[in-house]
C-alpha cells in the first residue's frame, strides 16, 4: 500500500494552482515518466530529444 503525498515533502501548488511533485517524489518513484516534470532528477531521460534540449537549457538558466 502506497502512503499517501504529503504536501511540502512530495508536492506543492504553484502559484497558477497547479500541483508540482518534488525531487523526493521522482526519486522514490525511481525513473522518468517523461512528462518533462519541473524537478525530474533524471535529466528528463524519457522525454523526446527535442523538447529534453529545451528543458535541460531551461534548467541551466534558472540556476544561474
Known amino acids: ?3 499517501p ?5 512530495d508536492f506543492y501548488y504553484n502559484g497558477d494552482g497547479y ?3 518534488t525531487e523526493k517524489y521522482h526519486l522514490d518513484r525511481g525513473h522518468c515518466c517523461g512528462n ?3 524537478h525530474c532528477p533524471f535529466e528528463y531521460e524519457k522525454v ?3 523538447k529534453r534540449e529545451k ?3 531551461r534548467r541551466r538558466e534558472e540556476q544561474q
Open 48 to 50: 523526446p530529444a527535442e
Open 5 to 9: 503525498l504529503i504536501e511540502g515533502i
Open 19 to 21: 500541483m508540482v511533485f
Open 36 to 38: 518533462g516534470c519541473k
Open 55 to 57: 528543458l535541460l537549457a
Open 1 to 3: 500500500m502506497k502512503s
